[in-house]
Nanobody, 124 residues
Framework: QVQLAESGGGLVQAGGSLRLSCVAS????????VGWFRQAPGKEREFVAG????????VYADSVKGRFSISRDNAKKTVLLQMNSLNPEDTAVYYC?????????????????WGQGTQVTVSS
């Protein structure tokens, strides 16, 4: 079992960038794929990006393709979400989640471990 902690959120102007970090504790982090999800006020939690346990498989929501990039460093037990060209519609609480599977899923019900979330606010 792993535990997750996100960081890196904040307030940024439209067009700006942020990099979110998800740091895991536990010995078997490289047996988990990791996903980033977000939830805006009054909306359902939605998938943003995911990465497989080796880092070779990545998947993105259409809304962030070309702007966001996910990567991982298993030695540091860290997954990064680089977010560029941010717009106000990206404002949400961002969560990382882990599932004990090789490939990342896009459904939040596939994930059984979640972090506490980090707020991202993009001003216009």
């Amino acid at each position: 079992q792993v535990q997750l902690a996100e960081s890196g959120g904040g307030l940024v102007q439209a067009g700006g960038s942020l990099r979110l970090s998800c740091v895991a504790s536990g010995r078997t982090f490289n047996a988990y794929s990791v996903g980033w999800f977000r939830q805006a006020p009054g909306k359902e939690r939605e998938f943003v990006a995911g990465i497989g346990w080796s880092g070779e498989n990545t998947v993105y929501a259409d809304s962030v393709k070309g702007r966001f990039s996910i990567s991982r460093d298993n030695a540091k037990k860290t997954v990064l979400l680089q977010m560029n060209s941010l717009n106000p519609e990206d404002t949400a609480v961002y969560y990382c989640a882990a599932q004990r599977w090789s490939r990342p899923g896009t459904d939040n019900q596939q994930y059984d471990t979640w972090g506490q979330g980090t707020q991202v606010t993009v001003s216009s």
